[in-house]
């Protein structure tokens, strides 16, 4: 087979990787990649969200399948595009992607359908929000009603913070489009998990647990990221919980889809919060997770391509999905400065060093010139270790990247540990 991976971060790299491993594919493209990536890729220069660029480099390279990973492209229905092409792809359509591209809907969603999650309401105009803010008690959750490249999620612990947050969003547009509406709801108390799921819209089937840690400081201080480093298992994630989550949030989430005539064929990311009172929703993704992929992807032992086949064929239930039982944890690299502004261009010295030692190096934001890798992003590097267990993975990957240099690097000390 050929693949065409859609996307340009670490999350990409870590799929390639895993569809690199598989006897089955013959060559792998993506578009646009990274530096990382085109060691073991064919990269198309082609930006994410050009949709038709997609479909012309798919029939150039006769391609037998496009994966299409990111949000923007999901939300503005690439995989609707390129069925009605007559090419075959991986990802949910437009319609079903909306449980990510507008948090509103998500949230109306599972209220409709009972599935637990934070009281919430919605606003489309800022001086209503903020009146209703004046009734809150704090801390509070503003979220930026559309996509915001993980950024538009403010947990403001005082009024002048949400008020602060509210403006950014609705006023300022710092957030472009995604803050035409907002939501404000209830911060909940508790441990966080993530669980990706694959799903044919009739099949849910849950990957191993992960926890994402999205501030960009020890101690989850600072502003929040696009994750700054993930691992598997979530120790959190108990075998009771997870029976709750399925019965409670997971098969009602496929089924009100499927119901609204928003069938979810793809990977159905679930951010949740072990509370007090059992599991809730946080969010909802309709992609695979940055950087949980990084953590779940090298403890997939089933071929995910055939995995890619029984979901694009409805016929899920056949594929029995087979883990190992190591644990992973990935640490990222981030430019100086990042999640706020950021320089770029500088030489990264310790991949080979770190590869030989046995890490998994994932390039989320990397050119390549000459041989050698410069930052080209606010992440740049994920550092993944797996091991028996969750502390020897973590000290791995804290050890993989004391290898790894470039001016300005940022990271966190406590991964795992938080």
């Known amino acids: ?53 997609i479909i012309a480099a798919a029939r150039e390279k006769a391609v037998d399948l496009v994966f299409v990973s990111p949000d923007d492209p999901l939300a503005a229905g690439m ?16 319609s079903a992607a909306l449980i990510e ?10 209220k409709h359908y009972g ?30 009603d559309g996509l915001a490249l993980g950024k538009g999620v403010i947990i403001a612990s005082d009024f002048d913070e949400a008020e602060r947050a509210v403006k950014d969003i609705m006023e300022d547009r710092v957030f472009g489009d995604a803050g035409k509406s907002v939501v404000i709801e209830e911060f909940l108390s508790g441990r966080e998990a993530t669980v990706l799921a694959f799903t044919d819209g009739k099949t849910v089937v849950p990957m191993v647990s992960s926890q994402d840690f999205k501030r960009a400081l020890d101690n989850d201080r600072g502003l929040n990221t696009g994750g700054m480093g993930a691992v598997s298992p979530n120790c959190y994630y108990t075998p009771e ?17 499927a119901q609204e005539g928003r069938k979810f064929k793809g990977v159905l990311y679930f951010g949740l919060m072990i509370t007090a009172e059992g599991p809730k929703v946080i969010e909802y993704n309709a992609r695979f997770g940055d950087p949980e992929t990084q953590v ?25 999905l087979q883990w190992d039982d190591n644990a992973a944890a990935c640490v ?71 290898m790894i240099k470039f001016d300005k690097m940022h990271y966190r000390k406590d991964i795992g540990r938080a």
């Not at 895993?18 to 060559?27: A, G, I, P, Y």
């Not at 995989?79 to 437009?94: H, K, N, Q, T, Y």
């Not at 992807?297 to 056949?318: F, H």
């Open 79 to 94: 995989v609707d595009e390129l069925e009605r092409a007559g090419i075959r792809a991986f990802g949910p359509s437009r």
């Open 115 to 144: 599935i637990p999650t934070a009281r919430y309401e919605i606003f489309t105009d800022s001086r209503a929000a903020l009146e209703y803010l004046k009734k809150c008690s704090f801390p509070v959750v503003v979220k930026a």
């Open 241 to 257: 919980i997870a029976e709750r989550c399925m019965e409670e949030i997971f098969k009602p989430t496929i089924r009100a889809l």
């Open 296 to 320: 779940v992807l090298p403890r997939l032992k089933t071929d995910l391509v055939d995995i890619i086949e029984a979901v694009i064929d409805e016929r899920l239930d056949e594929i029995d």
């Open 1 to 53: 087979m050929k693949i065409l991976v859609v996307g340009k971060g670490g999350r990409e790299h870590a799929i390639a990787w895993k569809l690199s491993q598989s006897s089955r594919v013959e060559k792998i493209y993506c578009a646009p990649g990274n530096g990382g990536i085109s060691e073991i890729a064919e990269c198309v220069p082609v930006d994410v969200m050009d949709t038709d660029g």
């Open 332 to 402: 990222i690299l981030a430019s100086g400065g990042y999640p706020g502004k950021y320089e770029k261009g500088f030489p990264i010295e310790g991949i080979p060093q770190a590869l030989e030692a046995g890490a998994l190096v994932f390039h989320s934001g990397t050119t390549r010139r000459n041989g050698t890798y410069y930052t080209d992003g606010g992440r740049v590097l994920g550092v993944t270790a797996t091991g028996e267990n969750l502390d020897i993975a973590i000290n791995r990957a804290y050890e993989y990247a004391g």
């Open 101 to 110: 591209s507008s948090k509103a809907f998500a949230k109306d969603l599972m």
